[in-house]
């Protein structure tokens, strides 16, 4: 998966020196998305004098039958935040200037990344869990096959989607050798996420794991898809007329 040539030239200190730093930015980035979702969940069920138990990774509602939830307050306080981390997630590596640190370029794109993953990981785990956005697609969709075509539905879109982080991991590399050619920009793909990502769940599961959260597990299988897909994306740079490279590059 990793052609060991063109990083013979970054340098083996160099390549561990990038890999931690991403693992870092990728651990940071999933907790500060998780905690920003828990509070905007908790802010959201304040605003509609919900009782509510918050922990930085999980909210938890003592009885929804008791406190007078209707189907608008289930849509307003578990859709719309995953809409708005959705759209975050898609248009934020938007506003990446080639001029910031290459550091600055990568968090914001694991930012962006851990939102798009939060949404998906959330719809699935939603299908199986009475927690978080699982509330509302029982409450709306009774029935279990409803809730999986609309999940299929949207993560077949967010799956299209996701081919985009292929150029905003490119924009975001340490080195622009790394850019010399399809080889050098798997490699990066390789220690600059996929194993960042393998690295920083070894914290991730375990908190998954204490809380009884599925939705950390799925969001590791779900990364692990979307980076494969990502790694080969790759590919298709050669196809991209100049304009285009210049452009994303």
């Not at 069920?45 to 990774?57: D, L, Q």
């Not at 959330?122 to 969709?141: C, N, P, R, T, Y």
């Not at 050669?238 to 490279?245: G, P, Q, S």
Request: hydrophobic residues 55%.
């Amino acid at each position: 998966m990793i052609d060991s040539k063109p990083l013979s030239i970054i340098g083996t200190t160099n390549i561990i020196k990038y890999t931690v730093i991403s693992a870092v930015l990728c651990l940071i980035s999933f907790i500060l998305t998780r905690i920003l979702d828990t509070s905007i969940l908790a802010i959201f069920a304040w605003i509609n004098n919900i009782t509510f138990n918050y922990s930085p990774f999980q909210v938890t509602f003592p009885a929804y039958g008791q406190q007078g939830w209707s189907e608008g307050k289930v849509i307003f306080i578990y859709t719309l935040p995953y809409l708005i981390f959705g759209l975050l997630g898609m248009f934020m590596p938007e506003t990446i200037s080639r001029k910031w640190d290459w550091k600055v370029r990568l968090f914001i794109t694991w930012v962006s990344f851990q939102m798009i993953l939060l949404v998906s990981a959330s719809l699935i785990a939603g299908i199986f869990e009475f927690k978080q956005i699982g509330v509302a697609l029982k409450w709306l969709l009774p029935y279990i096959w409803l809730r999986i075509l609309l999940v299929m539905i949207t993560i077949v879109f967010l799956l299209f989607g996701i081919r985009r982080f292929t150029w905003y991991f490119l924009r975001a590399v340490p080195t622009r050798r790394l850019l010399k050619g399809i080889s050098e920009m798997k490699s990066w793909i390789v220690f600059g996420a996929l194993i960042p990502i393998l690295l920083s769940n070894l914290i991730i599961i375990p908190i998954g794991l204490q809380i009884s959260n599925l939705n950390f597990g799925v969001s590791f299988i779900v990364s692990l898809i979307f980076l494969l897909i990502i790694y080969n994306t790759v590919s298709i740079v050669k196809h991209l007329t100049l304009k285009k490279r210049r452009h994303y590059f």
